[in-house]
């Protein structure tokens, strides 16, 4: 079982970045793929970024290539979520997630959840 708490979230402008980052603790943080999500009032939960145990394969849905980032650092137990120009379509609570096993970007797919950081995009 693993534990994540979010942090890095706030009130930023349009063009604006943020770092989020996601501390793991609890069983060996390299065993498990791990993603964010994020969630705007109303809609479904949507898939952000995902990346492999080590590191060397990333995802990112399409709506953030080229301004959002996914990286990890093993031997600190943390996964961040680097966002660069922001745009108000960002504001969410964002989510970061764990699982053991599967490639599939669905969040059902994943076991274990933190409990979210607001990131609020003024236009």
């Known amino acids: 079982q693993v534990q994540l708490v979010e942090s890095g979230g706030g009130l930023v402008q349009a063009g604006g970045s943020l770092r989020l980052s996601c501390a793991a603790s609890g069983r060996t943080f390299s065993e498990y793929v791990m993603g964010w999500f994020r969630q705007a009032p109303g809609k479904e939960r949507d898939f952000v970024a995902a990346?492999?145990?080590?590191?060397?394969?990333?995802s990112l849905a399409d709506s953030v290539k080229g301004r959002f980032t996914i990286s990890r650092d093993n031997a600190k137990n943390t996964v961040y979520l680097q966002m660069n120009s922001l745009e108000s379509e960002d504001t969410a609570v964002y989510y970061c997630?764990?699982?053991?096993?599967?490639?599939?970007?669905?969040?059902?797919?994943?076991?274990?959840w933190g409990q979210g950081t607001q990131v609020t995009v003024s236009s």
């Open positions: 997630a764990a699982k053991l096993l599967g490639d599939s970007n669905d969040a059902r797919t994943y076991r274990y």
């Open positions: 990346i492999s145990r080590l590191g060397g394969t990333t």
